[in-house]
Each structure stands twice: as C-alpha cells, then as structure tokens.
C-alpha cells in the first residue's frame, strides 16, 4: 500500500468498527452523527438522527440532496483545513469535520440538524414546498419539525470539538491500518530479498567450486598454445581467464567504471572471435568517468543481451557499442547500443515497466540489475531501453557520481 491515492475510506478503517464506534460515542454524548466518505455517500449507519432528518433522508430525493450537501460540506471543510458549521439545505445548523489521512481527504464526520435558539424558528422550514418537493404529508412533517432541537450557539460549538475529535479518531485507525500493510509490504519484499540472496549466494558458491584447477587448466592450454605458435589462441585463452577470474572471485561490490570496462573488453574480445567478422565493437567512455564507482557485474550481462537478442539473429551481424560520459555534475549515463533486430513495442513496454511477474519475458539478468541500481541508489536511477525494430536497441544505464566505494550504498 505505498499510495493512498485509490483507497477508500472503507479500505483503511473497517466498516463494522467505525459503526461500533460512532454507534457508543453518539449515545454517551447523545448528538446525532454520520459518516460519510469524499463523494457523500453514507459509510456505516446514521446514529441518533432526528425523526425529521430521518424523513427527508426516506426518500429517494432527499437522500440524493442529503448526500450531495455532505459532500459539498466535506469539500468546503477540507479547503479551510479544519471543521465547520453550515446551513443543510433544509436550513437546519450542521457541523462537519473533515477526515484527513496521510495529507489526503477520505470523507467526514457529520451532524447537528439543530436551530439555533434566539437567532432561528422552526417557522423558517417551509412545510409546504418541503410536502411537495419529497412527496410528504405535511401533518407528519408538522410532527417531525417540532422535535427539531433548538440550541444554543455554545451548545452548537461544542458538538463540533466532538465531531472533530471523532473524525481524528478514524483519520488515526486509518494511519495505524496503512502503517501496518506498509510494515507487512517492507517485510516482505525483505523476504523476497533474502530469497534472491540466498539463491545468488548458492550460485556463486556453486559457480565457485575448484576455480583454482580452472584457471590452471586455461593457463597450461595458453603455454601451450604460445609453444606452437599460436598466439590468436593464446590471447583468446588468457581472456577467457581473466573474464573468468573477474566474475567469479570476491571482487569488489562497488569496482571502478575502469575495471568493468576492462572485463567488458574481455568479454567482447572472445566474442568478436567466436563470431568472425560479424560482430564488432566500440567503447568510448569519458575519461572523467572511469574512476566513478559502479555496482559489480552491471555491464556484461547487457553487453551480453546486445549480441544475444540483437545481434545473433540478424544475418549480417552487427555492432556493439558502449558510449559513457557525464550527463550532470551528479549523474553518468551509460550507452549500450547495438544495430540488431531491435525490440517490438509492446515488448519494449513489457521491458521498461520492469515487473517481476513479467520476468519470463523481460529475463532475470535485466530485472536483477534494474534492481540493485535503485536498491543501491534510489528510484532516480536504473535501466531504461529505448528501439527500433530492425534499427537499434539502447539500453541506458543512470547511475550517480560516486567515487568513494564506503558511500556506494
């Protein structure tokens, strides 16, 4: 529950409590009382409502008015901020008091249907037009209208410190309800968290089994190669070692842009061999941006995607480039583009909205690092891709200008 925008005031305060509730307070204070949510509408009963309030809302067209000068109050209240006392439009005095939960208006607290004792009469509520207008028989009219309490403006006043005490009361439950769906949201996604880490953790272990007799193994093929004069062979064994060494050892969490560029060149070296004269690249990266600090293994993995989904399926191959630079004195953005068979729209929206129900399509390797750059950094930073079907793909990389690996997180 991280908005309140599309909450319901029913959403955050459970409607059987707030009836119990309103229910006891309108009978210790014996006032009447009824609450309503931000378009009017009643949630919950009405308590202790007078007999002629009760008429006029028993029928179809005064409940319809009732609801709409709710409304109308609730909407006045929330402009000044505080609570208030109003003309209904049956002319009776009503106070209401707004419900406002995480600066958002969720309804009222409403009540009142009194005279005003010394400033009012009961001979200002037109029976006649009232008869009319609602389709009521004006001698029950005549009974309800004479239990209409007159009060005085002290006694008026007095209601409404209830009425706003009561509507800070449901505004409270609603904070304490949206504190708790966002504690229980924050442990879980913990969870997921931890899931993710202990699976990444495993992989790595497993991915980290006897790396020694690899690395030996590829050096010994390397001498070998270098014996019998091979030396394309001998370069393409030691960056086979050193792409190996970098991505399995405890690297660095936060390494420089420089050291993941290097192991990007590596990577692409081995590449560019395996797939002849089909696939090229180029790197040109600011100076000033290499010795800002990154999170670990970012670029590969988009690198790969590029020649993967890109450029493998395209005939004649094509181009992987890198571009980086400084976009602001606080932000670098990192290009990887490539001439390949692009992305199709609706996919591409698919790969930006980034949800993790979607992972069968967008790939873990994509979602995984989207989102260590927001977890590291904040929601200003991470991936968005931007292609052409058949033209180019982007996949842009914003992260912040840090060059202190202690204030990488």
Known sequence: MNSTKNLHLTDLIDQETLRNVQDKLAKVVDIPVITVDAKGAPVGNQSNFTPFCKLIRSTPKGSEQCISCDAQAGQIAILERKPRIYDCHMGLKDCVAPIIINDQYFGSVLGGQVLIKGNQSKDIIDTKKISEEFDLQIEELEKVIEKVPMVSQEYLENCIDFYNFLANHFAQMGMNRLTQERLLQEIQAKHVLEQKAKSMELKTITAQINPHFLFNTLNSIARMALIEDAPETEELIYN????????????????????????????????????????????????????????????????????????????????????????????????????????????????????????????????????????YYGMDYGLHIKSIPNVETIVSITLPCIKDSQKAI
Do not use: C
């Not at 399995?248 to 969490?253: C, D, F, G, R, V």
């Not at 800002?292 to 293994?297: E, F, G």
């Not at 890198?322 to 929206?349: A, P, R």
């Open 240 to 375: 086979l070692s050193d792409l190996l060494r970098y991505s399995l050892k405890n690297i660095e969490e936060f390494p420089v842009i420089r050291e993941e560029i290097n192991n990007v060149k590596r990577y692409l070296f081995i590449q560019t061999l395996r797939y002849s004269d089909r696939i090229t690249y180029e790197i040109d990266i600011e100076e000033s941006v290499l010795g800002y600090r990154i999170p670990s293994m970012v670029l590969q993995p988009i690198v790969e995607n590029a020649i993967v989904h890109g450029l493998e399926a395209k005939k004649d191959g094509g181009t992987v480039m890198v571009h980086g630079s400084k976009v602001s004195d606080n932000k670098i953005v990192i290009e990887v583009k490539d001439n390949g068979v692009g992305i199709q729209s609706d996919l591409l929206k698919t790969l930006n909205e980034m949800n993790e129900n979607d992972i069968g399509k967008i790939g873990i390797g994509l979602l995984n690092t989207n989102e260590r750059i927001k977890h």
